[in-house]
């Protein structure tokens, strides 16, 4: 009788267990559809209408962390690139009681139990040095690139006659100049180019006009296609003609703008920010280091005159394979005769060091502006741009 009982006892045993099972799935059911969009996590204070103290300053960053930003120090220690901006950035936001800062963070996709995919986007928004907004959201996958960035940026933006000074920070990977995949790790097959950039742009300043300053930092940014593409909406740009170690800039400038700016001259502000960036950057690595500060209106008349030339290289490319773009390079705009003129050094102020290794430890001059050659060509001598060199 004994061994009939057991087996009767362990299934009455085993009820209780079942009915949890039902009810955790149950509750997962109910919570799946909350995953909205525009699904807020945490809200730590509302916003005051008649506040006493508006923004003086506006930023609005984007951190691209959808890719490989692993690295090591020269003592083994691991780092990942993008959270270390992050970090940068949250104490701008928190040191800057007289601005409104906007902080995007493009993480890779996630699954919650394996099928159920989860919010690929993090933001958070700032008020006076406190944090007012904490939500996840979608990020797009089609046009408009950063449809959703935009509106989140729209329902939280002050609204008040004060002139302010504004500012866009982007941290990534080379953005491609042609429409290319792979930027994404998480979507592979997804597109994305500096067209892409400047439509998200157009949205963020769709009531605003240009930005004061724009930080790209990226590599090979300081090309004049990315210049032309992203300038009108920008009044100066901070770029990288050439590889920048990690997409990394030294944000502690932009720490307490209420004595850094109060003069609210940004072109200065710009030229002592990548001074900063560019002290620190050489300090702790060897190869190249190039920052260029570009006044945008002032860089037009350069970019109107190479303008055919450089959609001319990119058009011939646009057709070419894997392996047969694989034989052009990027160089010094100043290494092609065709992009040496007089305008060329316009409006544009550069911090240059050549690498302490390899080919370009000779080259001691850089333009400003960043092109492509065939490596077939990389041999014959470089010609030094006449001046406008720090």
């Not at 006076?128 to 939280?156: I, K, M, T």
């Not at 092609?336 to 690498?355: K, Q, S, W």
């Amino acid at each position: 009788m004994s061994t009939l009982r057991e087996p009767h006892n362990r299934l009455w045993k085993g009820i209780p267990y079942a009915v949890l099972f039902v009810s955790t799935c149950a509750a997962l059911l109910l919570w799946l559809p909350s995953c909205s969009p525009s699904l807020s996590i945490h809200r730590t204070a509302p916003l005051v209408e008649n506040d006493s103290l508006p923004p003086e300053y506006s930023i609005v960053c984007i951190i691209h962390g959808d890719n490989d930003y692993l690295y090591h120090d020269t003592i083994g220690r691991e780092y990942i690139a993008d959270a270390e901006v992050l970090a940068e950035v949250k104490k701008v936001a928190q040191q800057n009681p007289r601005a409104e800062v906007f902080i995007f963070r493009q993480i890779p996709r996630r699954h919650f139990l394996f099928f159920f995919p989860l919010h690929d986007g993090e933001f958070s928004y700032y008020r006076n040095g406190l944090l007012v907004a904490h939500e996840l959201y979608w990020r797009d996958q089609d046009h408009p690139r950063f449809g959703h960035e935009v509106e989140l940026y729209s329902r939280f933006h002050a609204d008040n006659q004060r002139e302010r000074v504004s500012m866009f920070l982007y941290f990534g990977h080379e953005i491609p100049e042609m429409e290319v995949a792979g930027y994404d790790a998480s979507y592979p097959d997804r597109m994305f180019s500096v067209h892409d950039l400047a439509d998200g742009l157009k949205g963020f300043t769709r009531d605003s006009g240009r930005f004061n300053l724009f930080v790209l930092a990226t590599c090979y940014g300081g090309t004049p296609y990315t210049v032309g593409a992203l300038g009108p909406f920008a009044r100066t740009m901070i770029a990288s003609p050439g590889n920048l170690h990690l997409s990394y800039f030294d944000l502690r400038l932009l720490e307490h703008l209420d004595h850094r700016l109060q003069d609210k001259d940004v072109p200065a502000f710009a030229a002592r920010f990548a001074r900063q960036a560019f002290h620190r950057l050489i300090s702790g690595i060897q190869t190249e280091v190039s920052i260029a500060v570009y006044d945008v209106d002032r860089v037009q008349e350069f970019l109107h005159s190479v303008h055919k030339d450089y959609d001319h290289t990119l058009t011939l490319w646009k057709g070419e394979t894997g392996s047969s773009m694989a034989a052009n390079e990027h160089c010094d705009c100043a290494d092609l005769p065709a992009y040496v003129m007089p305008t060329m050094h316009n409006g544009v102020e550069i911090f240059y060091r050549p690498a302490r290794f390899g080919r370009s430890t000779n080259k001691q001059n850089h333009s400003g502006w960043e092109c492509w050659m065939d490596k077939g060509r990389r041999d014959e001598p470089l010609q030094a741009p006449e001046s406008g060199i720090k």
